[in-house]
Nanobody, 124 residues
Framework: QVQLVESGGGLVQAGGALRLSCVAS????????MAWFRQAPGKERTLVAA????????YRANSVKGRFTISRDNAGNAAYLQMNSLEPEDTAVYYC?????????????????WGQGTQVTVSS
């Protein structure tokens, strides 16, 4: 089993930045593809960014390209989402997710493990 705990959410003004962290415990972190999803009120949960087990490939949704960066630290069992130039449309609950996979196509994986979510609110 894998347990995921997110942190770093909060309230920020438009144009500001936040860094989300996800710490994993349990089975081998370096066998996990990691991802960040978000869900805004009344909307479906969508994939924001994902990263392969060794960090050599990443995926970002078109809506966040150029603003968000996903990274990981396998020694620290952690994944991160750096969010810059935040917009009110980025307001959502952000979830960290993991999948046991060493595939490159991280945007198409089924993610089986989820954190509890962290709220990000961007004011205009």
């Amino acid at each position: 089993q894998v347990q995921l705990v997110e942190s770093g959410g909060g309230l920020v003004q438009a144009g500001g930045a936040l860094r989300l962290s996800c710490v994993a415990s349990g089975r081998a972190f370096n066998s996990l593809a990691m991802a960040w999803f978000r869900q805004a009120p009344g909307k479906e949960r969508t994939l924001v960014a994902a990263i392969t087990w060794n960090g050599d490939r990443t995926y970002r949704a078109n809506s966040v390209k150029g603003r968000f960066t996903i990274s990981r630290d396998n020694a620290g069992n952690a994944a991160y989402l750096q969010m810059n130039s935040l917009e009110p449309e980025d307001t959502a609950v952000y979830y960290c997710a993991a999948a046991f996979s060493r595939a490159s196509a991280v945007s198409t994986l089924r993610y089986d493990y989820w954190g509890q979510g962290t709220q990000v609110t961007v004011s205009s």
